[in-house]
T-cell receptor
C-alpha cells in the first residue's frame, strides 16, 4: 500500500513569490493535515481537511491556505513568500478525524531567498 | 509554558544502553503520540496511547493519565535509533500539539 506522497520534495523560491505543495494520502484515508517545521518553532499545525472541508486551522496568517479534492488529495498554498516561511512542510493522513494514527509524508523542504 | 514538555532535549548514549525520554503535558487529552524523525525529515508514528503501556520490539511507551506524563523507553539501544523523538497530544478532534523533541544520538 503506497504511503503518503508529497511533491515537490525540495524547492527554492524568492520573497514575494507563491508556492503550491501537494499531498496524496494513503488510499482510503479521508483526513489530511499539514504542518510546518522550523528549527526555532518545531512542529506547528497548519490545517486539517476531511472530505473536502477544513476542520481545523492553526495560528498562521491568511497567506497560508489549503484545499482538499474529492479524491482526498490536498494542496497547500503560500502566497507572498517571506524569508521566515523557509521550513519543512509535512502532511499526514489518517482514516478519519479524531484519535487515529497519523501517517506522515517525507515533507517538502521550502527555501525562500 | 508549553502545553507539552519533553526531557531531555538532547541525549547521547552508548550502544546497548537503556534509554528513557519523558513527556509531560498540562491539558486533558484523549491520546498521546510518540513520533520518530530521522535526519532528512521523514516522521514515523511509533505509538498512540490513551492509557497503560504499549510495546513494539525494543520500544516501550507508557502513560500515566493522572500524572499527565508519558515515557518512551528504548532497550538495547543501537546507532540506528539515533533520531529526534517527538511527543504530541490530542483531544478529540482538536489538532495535535507537539513537544520540541528529544535528539538522541547512540554511539557504537
Amino acid at each position: 500500500k503506497a504511503g503518503v506522497t508529497q511533491t515537490p520534495r525540495y524547492l527554492i523560491k524568492t520573497r514575494g513569490q507563491q508556492v503550491t505543495l501537494s499531498c496524496s494520502p494513503i488510499s482510503g484515508h479521508r483526513s489530511v493535515s499539514w504542518y510546518q517545521q522550523t528549527p526555532g518553532q518545531g512542529l506547528q499545525f497548519l490545517f486539517e481537511y476531511f472530505s473536502e472541508t477544513q476542520r481545523n486551522k492553526g495560528n498562521f496568517p491568511g497567506r497560508f491556505s489549503g484545499r482538499q479534492f474529492s479524491n482526498s488529495r490536498s494542496e497547500m498554498n503560500v502566497s507572498t513568500l517571506e524569508l521566515g516561511d523557509s521550513a519543512l512542510y509535512l502532511c499526514a493522513s489518517r482514516q478519519a478525524t479524531g484519535a487515529n494514527v497519523l501517517t506522515f509524508g517525507a515533507g517538502s523542504r521550502l527555501t525562500v531567498l | 509554558k508549553n502545553e507539552v514538555e519533553q526531557s531531555p532535549q538532547n541525549l547521547t548514549a552508548q550502544e546497548g544502553e537503556f534509554i528513557t525520554i519523558n513527556c509531560s503535558y498540562s491539558v486533558g487529552i484523549s491520546a498521546l503520540h510518540w513520533l520518530q524523525q530521522h535526519p532528512g525529515g521523514g516522521i514515523v508514528s511509533l505509538f498512540m496511547l490513551s492509557s497503560g503501556k504499549k510495546k513494539h520490539g525494543r520500544l516501550i511507551a507508557t502513560i500515566n493519565i493522572q500524572e499527565k506524563h508519558s515515557s518512551l523507553h528504548i532497550t538495547a539501544s543501537h546507532p540506528r535509533d539515533s533520531a529526534v523523538y517527538i511527543c504530541a497530544v490530542s483531544k478529540g478532534n482538536t489538532p495535535l500539539v507537539f513537544g520540541k523533541g528529544t535528539r538522541l544520538s547512540v554511539i557504537a
